[in-house]
């Protein structure tokens, strides 16, 4: 099975920067991806790391260490839109469903 | 169409009711899935359908839930006898590859 910690709330003012921390514990690992979920809306796909490091999309990067069962999610130049809910996701090996944290609340105040 | 459709966005049943929940998924994609989320927890996997190939029921909480899959397109989730504890937003996603992109759900409410 998949155990998927991340924390509840995050709190950050416009402009600043926050990481986001994802730890998991799984049979399997083929993947780890975060999502961006506003209320009431779909959540929406930000990443994906199969391999250990950094990648980059913007404002927005994802970590991944596989030994250490840990990625991060870094949002940089917050912005009031970025207010919403952070998705932490991970697919295991010859599995194609993904098994997800609870989410963690980011409110970007002014 | 563009994105995943669901529909009704919003539905209020009585405990005991059966209802029915649809999604259209991306045109082309092949994986179709549902998830349930419920208030403080995460996404939890409900079925997956891939091609002409048989689900994977095993994410479904009860014999209370099904769901089909027609042409290979349009999804139908059935809950029969609704119970409160039933209540959660029932999310679709669909996928081509690794991505799922999902709509937006069907919020559901047993009174």
């Known amino acids: 099975g998949q155990n998927i910690d991340q924390p509840t709330e995050m709190t950050a003012t416009e402009g600043a920067i926050v990481q986001i921390n994802c730890t998991y514990q799984?049979?399997?690992?083929?993947?780890l991806f975060w999502y961006q979920q506003h209320a009431g809306e779909a959540p929406t796909f930000l990443s994906y790391?199969?391999?250990?490091g950094l990648e980059e999309k913007g404002r927005f990067s994802s970590f991944l260490s596989r030994s250490k069962g840990y990625s991060y999610l870094l949002l940089k130049e917050l912005q009031m839109k970025d207010s919403a809910s952070y998705l932490c996701a991970v697919r295991g090996t010859n599995d194609y469903k993904l098994s997800f944290g609870a989410g963690t609340t980011v409110t970007v105040r002014a | 169409g563009a994105g995943v459709s669901q529909s009704p966005s919003n539905k209020v049943t009585e405990k005991g009711k059966d209802v029915e929940l649809r999604c259209d998924p991306i045109?082309?994609?092949?994986?179709l899935y549902w998830y349930r989320q419920s208030l403080g927890q995460g996404l939890e996997f409900l079925i997956y359908f891939q091609g002409n190939s048989a689900p994977d029921k095993s994410g479904l909480p009860s014999d209370r839930f099904s769901a089909e899959r027609t042409g290979g397109s349009v999804s139908t989730l059935t809950i029969q006898r609704t119970q409160q504890e039933d209540s959660a937003v029932y999310l679709c996603?669909?996928?081509?590859?690794?991505?799922?992109?999902f709509g937006a759900g069907t919020r559901l409410s047993v009174l």
């Open positions: 045109s082309g994609h092949t994986a």
């Open positions: 799984t049979s399997g690992f083929n993947g």
């Open positions: 790391n199969v391999l250990d």
């Open positions: 996603a669909s996928s081509s590859g690794g991505i799922q992109y």
